[in-house]
């Protein structure tokens, strides 16, 4: 197939799926098409089959909002006619999706019957996608979708709960390459990160407020009085500076340490032992299948998809959004030398259900299906 992908192209869960879905893709056979308006962060190679397309946005004095979906519209509409291209799948609905219905509507008229396949991601539904001015473009642009996804069963319910959806919505949950999230031998870079031996508590985001790093913060404050430990918290965003005020003003010191936004996140979740995901909303929690693919527990909150993913009791545990002291008590728990080890193989094992090469297959069955529907 001919595929074109349309996606947040910088650090982010939605952009990091769809790029690593390419690439999946790519590797099947399939010739895939980026449409963004830069490189994806991790498309940094060169691959016979993947292709892409930046698009370029005029700029005018009149504009004080360039208008991009128009210029995404319009490079969809040349790259499905001159690469001829069979489908369009759009990777957060805002406002990939509308700007795919116009492109649709506009190779119409050339002749060209194009399906698009909307992949929700989370805060396209929950955060950002519900504010009155966005829900009925929403709305509309995923009803006129030909197929859509979602990446988890909550998700799918927050979906239908928040919208007037009249279409079949399909759960493909997100997926993580086990070649590249592997635990690696960082022993070195565990002995200077941790010169005592302590235990690695670490957090990767965007550090915006649903993330709720404060909890992070707090969680290890109390836990660190009771088992040696240091906090590294990776990722970049409006959260950072406020969290490096917080923890300066709780005397945290060299403990916790903000290393700012990194590529080869692998070789940190490699030396951690013990992931914390406290957001307020999750629609599934990319980075935690990251960190127990690295055979690392995760202690997350219960909302949102995290319960798909974390599993209370064997791959870590899940508490109630700002339940700071079940966090510790259960962080305490896993840490102990006796159960760590066994949280780690769980973390793993479950891991793997959802490694790329069982998920991406979901996808192009998907794209069959609607395919065959057109
Ligand atoms: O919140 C983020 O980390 C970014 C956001 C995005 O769209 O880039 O992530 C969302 O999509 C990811 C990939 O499907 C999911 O794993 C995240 O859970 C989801 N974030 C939220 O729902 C808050």
């Known amino acids: 197939m001919k595929i074109g992908i349309v996606c947040y192209p ?35 190679f060169f691959n016979e089959n993947i292709f892409y397309h930046e698009v370029n946005i005029a700029s005018y004095p009149l504009f004080q909002y360039p208008p991009y979906e128009s210029a995404l519209a319009g490079k969809m509409v040349d790259v499905v006619k001159y690469e001829k291209l069979d489908l369009l799948h759009v990777h957060y609905a805002i406002p990939h999706a509308t700007s795919a219905f116009l492109a649709k509507q506009i190779l119409k008229c050339h002749g060209i019957n194009i399906p698009v396949i909307t ?48 279409k079949e919505i399909e759960v493909i949950p997100n997926f993580v390459d086990l070649e590249r999230f592997k635990k690696q031998r960082k022993e070195h870079f565990k002995r200077i990160i941790c010169p005592n031996d302590e235990k690695l508590l670490v957090h990767t985001s965007n550090f915006r407020k649903v993330k709720r ?108 959004v700002g339940d700071v002291d079940d966090m510790v008590k259960n962080a305490i728990y896993i840490l102990q030398d006796e159960n760590l080890p066994t949280f780690k193989a769980n973390a793993l094992a479950r891991a793997q259900e959802f490694d790329i090469t069982n998920i991406v297959p979901m996808y192009e069955r998907h794209y069959e299906k609607v395919l065959e529907g057109m």
Not at 228 to 240: A, F, I, N, Q, T
Not at 242 to 264: I, T, W, Y
């Open 10 to 44: 910088t650090f982010g869960g939605s952009g990091v799926v769809a790029t690593e879905l390419g690439k999946g893709l790519a590797k099947n056979g399939h010739q895939v098409h980026f449409i963004t308006y830069t490189q994806p962060a991790r498309l940094d």
């Open 119 to 166: 992949t929700l991601h989370g805060t396209d539904i929950t955060i950002v996608g519900k504010d009155a001015s966005l829900a009925p473009v929403v709305t509309f642009s995923i009803n006129e979708s030909d197929g859509v996804t979602t990446v988890s069963e909550d998700l799918r319910k927050d979906t239908y709960e928040a919208f007037e959806i009249r």
């Open 213 to 320: 790093i404060e909890d992070i913060i707090q969680v290890f404050a109390k836990l660190k009085k009771q088992i040696p430990s240091k906090l590294l918290l990776v990722g970049d965003g409006p959260e950072r500076g406020p969290m490096e005020q917080l923890s300066r003003d709780m005397n945290l010191g060299e403990d916790v340490r903000f290393v700012g936004k990194l590529d080869a996140i692998e070789e940190v979740l490699s030396v951690a032992d013990l992931f914390l995901m406290p957001s307020e909303k999750e629609s599934f929690g990319l980075a935690a299948l990251e960190a127990m693919a690295c055979e690392v527990p995760v202690i997350s909150s219960n909302t949102g998809g995290l319960p798909e993913l974390n599993v209370q009791g064997v791959t870590g545990f899940l508490s109630n």
